[in-house]
C-alpha cells in the first residue's frame, strides 16, 4: 500500500514496504566514508548543511549520498517510511528512531556493529552505540527501506 503526501513542494510515496534502491555489498563502507565527512558538524535544529544539522537532515543527506534516495525532512514523518524491524534484524542503512521526552523524537541510520550515526544535540555529528544506556532507555524503533540483495 502505497500513499502520496505533499510537504510545501515535495512529494513523495510513503510505502508499508521495503523501497529502492537494493543494499550492496559496499553500504557499510560507504555509510562511513559519508559519515567520516559529516563527523563533528555541529547540531542545530532545523539545520541542513556544514554550519548545523539536526538528526533528520542528517538521515536525509546521508540516505542522498549513500542510496541517492530523497526522504522527507522531518523525523515525524521518516517514522512512517519503509517497514518496521526488531533491533534484532537491524542491518546497515537501517533507520533507527527514539523517544528523547516531551513528544521529541530522535533518529540516526544504523552502521553495523551495534552503532549509529546521528545528529547529536550534545556533541553533533558522531557514532552511538545503541546499548549505551541513554540510547538503550529511549529505544523505540527501527525500520528497513532498502531491499536486499
Known amino acids: 500500500m502505497t500513499g502520496k503526501k505533499s510537504t510545501s513542494s515535495l512529494t513523495y510515496s510513503i510505502s508499508t514496504g521495503p523501497m529502492k534502491p537494493k543494499r550492496m555489498p559496499g553500504t557499510i563502507k560507504d555509510l562511513h566514508q559519508v559519515y567520516q565527512r559529516w563527523r563533528g558538524v555541529p547540531y542545530r535544529f532545523g539545520g541542513v548543511d556544514a554550519r548545523g544539522i539536526d538528526c533528520s537532515a542528517f538521515t536525509r543527506t546521508m540516505y542522498q549520498e549513500v542510496f541517492g534516495m530523497e526522504l522527507p525532512r522531518s523525523t515525524y514523518e521518516q517514522v512512517h517510511l519503509g517497514r518496521e524491524i526488531t533491533k534484532n534484524e537491524l542491518q546497515p542503512g537501517d533507520l533507527v528512531f527514539f523517544r528523547i521526552g516531551n513528544g521529541?523524537?530522535?533518529?540516526?541510520?544504523?552502521?553495523?556493529?551495534?552503532?549509529?550515526?546521528?545528529?547529536?544535540?550534545?556533541?553533533?555529528?558522531?557514532?552511538?552505540?545503541?546499548?549505551?544506556?541513554?540510547?538503550?532507555?529511549?529505544?523505540?524503533?527501527?525500520?528497513?527501506?532498502?531491499?536486499?540483495?
Open 104 to 149: 521529541t523524537q530522535h533518529n540516526g541510520i544504523y552502521v553495523g556493529d551495534g552503532k549509529f550515526a546521528h545528529a547529536s544535540s550534545s556533541v553533533g555529528v558522531t557514532i552511538s552505540r545503541l546499548d549505551n544506556v541513554y540510547w538503550r532507555s529511549r529505544y523505540w524503533q527501527a525500520r528497513r527501506l532498502l531491499d536486499d540483495i
